[in-house]
């Protein structure tokens, strides 16, 4: 597979006043074209942060981020806003990411205008063509973003992300904002629209539920580190990471009764500490070297990434790569 | 009856629809009648607002002369009327443009920031520093004392408020999510200064304008009593009552007619904008 996105030893740190924010720290990812890569964590773990580094909406301290080989700072750069059309966005607030004056068919053809795609009869033919792919009647065209529910409103941003037929999607934290049954009704909507169309996807969730269901491969994020990655199906049934055993124990879409699920209990969270794995404060694994030593995403065989320092002690079968 | 009213408490958004609409309705009635007077002030003038008739001169009120004449023996109620194109008509012009150059730089300033928003915003802060009304004077002399640098004069003097609220509204309009949005699909600063943030700020404007027509038209016929805007023989308001000051004891009617006019436009444009920001809550 030709990799379309590149994230390479990206660094972040937000600072106000004293304090500092190391919301990304080392993130290495590659995203396939065509493939999802479902990005997990809880909420403050950087996910975001590395989504609107992606879109170019926050400019990175350190590394590189590159889209078909090319430096993402050229590509904004360039005049022909080529970038801007091939990776487009759909946001975790239905609501607040459309323009409330505009009517639904202006937001959606709003990207074909920019891009000078089209005349106006043309994209009026779009914006419908856009709005039966989403599974949204034509009379929703003439109406306002406050007249819609939720999940007809992130019908209307995927449709508009669709718009310029993008080879990437970011979607960051879609889902979170709907309603559960909503939640699996968009999550579909994705499934099928990666099916027809192949586009490339960064997941975004605090949800590995959510993120099971859509991505090929996960990766899981803790206090702006990568903990873990790998294909979602190793992820999801032999994780070898502390805090991705967590995360699935907590998770509820394993199949079988709750009865027998073991629940992993973690440290109170405090706050994460300056050296060593961020994650040593809550690991029920953690020893003095934990605190000590920076952590190393390590390869695993199968195919798997992480970081944990003990991960062979602690899952014995794994064989290094 | 009770099923009416059960209608209209039952959302609250309906309820402001209604009182947002009236407020709406009667504003645009009473700028519309305006409008006409100003464009077609024939149709509701008996006489000529110029033509001297001096044997009938400072006559009292009657059923001739509705508003008495005044010392050429013009009709006064006709000059009123020609004289709405002269005062109000030009204070809109004059708001117009104040509130669209205010917005428009406002908003500059406010999305790019850094040395276009300093360098904007100490413009305005010396525009604001001084007292308005003896800006504008001083500015109207300066320029000529005709109409036309009365009108440039208040433009010059009004649009720094309209940035500086404008500016402030920017501010917290650029940092919500589909500006965002507007970005990753590739929106230009321009694309989203106009398509995007100048649209969210039209109903504060649009209330701050309509009540600045009033205060622009008692500053405007002010500086036509001093002699700084309108000359003779023009129907302005304020210049009327300036020629009216000799005859106030004897001619009661030359002075108070064009007075009453000036304090019942300004007076319906702030309550109208004032029910106008009501209802827009």
């Known amino acids: 597979m030709a990799q379309l996105l590149q994230i390479l030893d990206v660094n972040k740190t937000f600072k106000s ?39 170019g909406l926050e400019k990175l301290d350190s590394g590189s981020i ?3 080989g090319v430096e993402l700072e050229k590509l904004l750069k360039d005049k022909s806003k080529s970038f801007r059309r091939e990776v487009q966005a759909v946001f975790q607030h239905p609501l607040l990411s459309l323009d409330s004056r505009k009517t639904i068919a202006w937001s959606i053809a709003e990207p074909l205008v920019i891009n000078k795609i089209g005349n106006s009869a043309s994209r009026k033919a779009r914006v419908l063509e856009l709005l039966a792919a989403v599974a949204l009647d034509e009379g929703t065209a003439s109406k306002y973003p406050s007249q819609l529910s ?9 449709a508009r992300a669709l718009a310029l037929e993008p080879k990437l999607i970011i979607c960051d ?5 709907l309603d559960v049954s909503v939640q699996a009704q968009i999550v579909n909507l994705f499934l099928d629209i990666q099916k027809r169309l192949g586009v490339a996807m960064l997941f975004i969730s605090h949800d590995l539920a959510v993120v099971r269901h859509i991505s090929d491969r996960i990766a899981v994020m803790y206090a702006g580190k990568i903990m873990e990655i790998g294909d979602t199906d190793d992820i999801c049934e032999s994780p070898i990471h502390p805090y991705t055993q967590a995360l699935l124990s907590a998770s509820t879409f394993t199949e079988e009764s709750d009865e027998g699920r073991e629940k992993l209990k973690l440290f109170r969270r405090e706050e994460v500490p300056q050296k060593g794995c961020p994650f040593s404060t809550r690991c029920p694994h953690a020893i003095a070297l934990c605190r000590e030593e920076e952590i190393k995403i390590q390869s695993f065989a199968s195919n798997q990434e992480s970081s944990c320092l003990r991960a062979q002690e602690i899952f014995p079968n794994l064989a290094k790569k | 009856m009770i099923r009416l009213r059960a209608k209209i408490s039952s959302s609250r958004g309906q309820s402001t629809n209604i009182s947002h609409k009236v407020g709406t309705w009667s504003f645009s009635a009473f700028v519309i009648l305006l409008l006409t007077v100003i464009f077609f002030p024939g149709l509701f003038a008996p006489y000529d607002p110029l033509e001297l008739d001096v ?13 008495g004449t005044d010392e050429g023996g013009r009709d006064i109620f006709s000059r009123v009327l020609y004289g709405t194109k002269d005062s109000v008509g030009a204070s809109m012009v004059i708001v117009l443009m104040a509130s669209g150059t205010g917005t428009i730089l406002g908003a500059i300033a406010g999305w790019f920031g850094g040395r276009i928003d300093f360098y904007l915003m100490r413009m305005v802060d010396v525009f ?43 501010l917290s309009i650029k940092e919500r999510l589909f500006i965002r949005a507007a ?65 106030v004891l004897a001619s009661w009617w030359y002075s108070v007619f064009p007075g009453i006019a000036i304090l019942l436009v300004v007076s319906l444009f702030i309550y109208a904008a004032d029910r106008f920001s009501g209802a827009e809550r």
């Open chain 1, 150 to 158: 939720g999940g007809q409103l992130q019908r209307v941003n995927i």
């Open chain 2, 128 to 170: 604001l520093s001084f007292p308005y009304l003896v800006l504008a004077m001083a500015l109207a002399a300066s320029l000529g004392r005709d109409m036309r640098s009365a009108i440039l004069a208040l433009i010059l003097v009004w649009w720094p408020s309209y940035a500086r609220m404008v500016r402030g509204q920017v």
């Open chain 2, 183 to 247: 970005r990753t699909v590739g929106a230009s600063n321009f694309q989203i200064l106009f398509w995007h943030i100048i649209p969210h700020t039209y109903r504060t404007v649009g209330v701050r304008a309509s009540m600045d027509v009033g205060y622009v038209l008692i500053s405007l016929t002010g500086l036509s009593f001093l002699g700084l805007g309108a000359q003779n023989p023009s129907p302005e308001w304020g210049l009327m009552i300036s020629n009216a000051r000799s005859y």
């Open chain 1, 66 to 68: 590159k889209f078909e």
């Open chain 2, 55 to 67: 044997i009938n001169r400072l006559q009292a009120p009657s059923k001739a002369h509705l508003f």
């Open chain 1, 17 to 55: 006043g004293n304090s500092k924010v190391k919301a990304c720290q080392e993130i290495n990812l590659t995203i396939g074209e065509g493939e999802v890569v479902g990005l997990v964590g809880e909420s403050g773990s950087g996910k975001s942060t590395l989504a609107n580094l992606v879109l």
């Open chain 1, 173 to 177: 934290e879609p889902v979170s904002a």
